[in-house]
């Protein structure tokens, strides 16, 4: 899923390729960390992996600047995980123009 992708790049999380050729996301938590590929990355589907993007983005100097702001100030405190996934994704790729 590309917006996993984008919120993992934005993350600034650690890759490597291993002997498959196939580039892995290291995703730390806590209390351990894993090595997943892309399409195991979970940024859609858990709210542990979910909320850390939205607390960088509101440290983000640019937060305040990014006309997206609103949408995702809306929907954190009463969205489906859904709802605020792609509003993080919104927000990511307008970062990027």
């Known amino acids: 899923m590309e ?6 790049e934005f993350m600034e999380v650690e890759t490597e390729i291993f002997n498959t050729g196939i580039l892995n996301y290291y995703h730390q938590d ?16 858990s709210w542990d992996w979910l909320m850390p993007v939205v607390g960088k983005i509101s440290r983000d ?6 006309e997206y702001r609103e949408n995702l100030l809306d929907v954190v405190p009463y969205g489906r ?5 792609e509003a993080v994704v919104v927000f990511i ?5």
Do not use: M, P, T
Not at 3 to 8: Q, T
Not at 30 to 45: D, I, K, M, P, R
Not at 61 to 66: G, H, P, S
């Open 81 to 85: 995980i859904q709802d605020v996934f």
């Open 30 to 45: 806590l209390f351990e960390g894993s090595w997943f590929e892309e399409g195991e990355l979970s940024y859609n589907l």
């Open 3 to 8: 917006g996993n992708r984008l919120i993992a």
């Open 61 to 66: 100097e640019k937060f305040f600047e990014n």
């Open 93 to 97: 790729k307008n970062l990027e123009i």
